[in-house]
């Protein structure tokens, strides 16, 4: 059996966001400007990792000073720094992968970032990320999630449809498809504390999201 190993990326984020996580984990990556917040709270990044465009240059230097490793791209490069991160968690040998970033900025990073989440190439790893006040989960095949008993959650499809079996939430699923252009899978919520996934075809993000007061009272599969 494979080590479990786990991972943190940190992309543009506040240190608020990292509070909550009180052991170092075993790799720490720093994605661009997300190395203000791995430094504030405490800790040196194994890895720093982007453009480094939105980078203190002056706290990349502790960083490096530190030990970390400073893996700087050119700002016209195809990938996100996201992404770069992620490949490099999975080449530090990470089974467990906590992406934590904010939930505001430009549509389009947003997007991306989300999209980054489901690459095949880090399938083999559990990828979770934390958005905001958000957390969504990259899942293919079979997933235990632990969340909150009445924990609204979304079931999205992405890059085609998928198949799925879901316990432990208000609108099961047997075995059923989801397509990425109908919002079958949109409004959904826990019914217990852990939500196990099958998802036998295709790749699913699942996406719990704090109550908001002006919610609309609907719910589907």
């Known amino acids: 059996m494979t080590p479990e190993r786990r991972a943190l990326i940190v992309a543009a984020a506040s240190p608020q966001q990292l509070v909550g996580i009180a052991t170092r984990p075993d790799v720490v990556i720093a994605a661009d400007s997300g190395l203000h917040a791995v430094l504030a709270a405490g800790w040196i990044p194994d890895r720093l990792i982007g453009d480094l465009d939105s980078a203190d240059p002056a706290a990349v230097e502790i960083a490096a000073e530190g030990g970390a490793v400073v893996d700087r791209h050119p700002v016209g490069k195809d990938e996100t720094d996201l992404e770069l991160a992620l490949a490099a968690a999975v080449d530090s040998g990470a089974t467990e992968i906590q992406v934590v970033v904010r939930a505001d900025g430009r549509l389009d990073h947003q997007l991306a970032n989300l999209f980054a989440l489901a690459k095949p190439d880090w399938s083999a790893a559990e990828v979770r990320a934390d958005v905001g006040d958000h957390v969504v989960w990259a899942v293919r ?19 085609g449809p998928a198949r799925v079996t879901t316990r432990g939430v208000a609108f099961p699923l047997a075995d059923e498809v989801l397509s990425p252009f109908d919002g079958r899978g949109i409004a959904n919520e826990a019914t217990e504390s852990v939500v196990s996934l099958t998802v036998s075809d295709g790749v699913v993000l699942v996406v719990s999201s704090p109550a908001q007061a002006d919610d609309p009272d609907e719910a589907g599969a």
Do not use: C, D, N, T
């Open 141 to 159: 095949g079979e997933r235990r999630l632990e969340v909150g008993i009445g924990q609204h959650l979304a079931l999205l499809p992405i890059g």
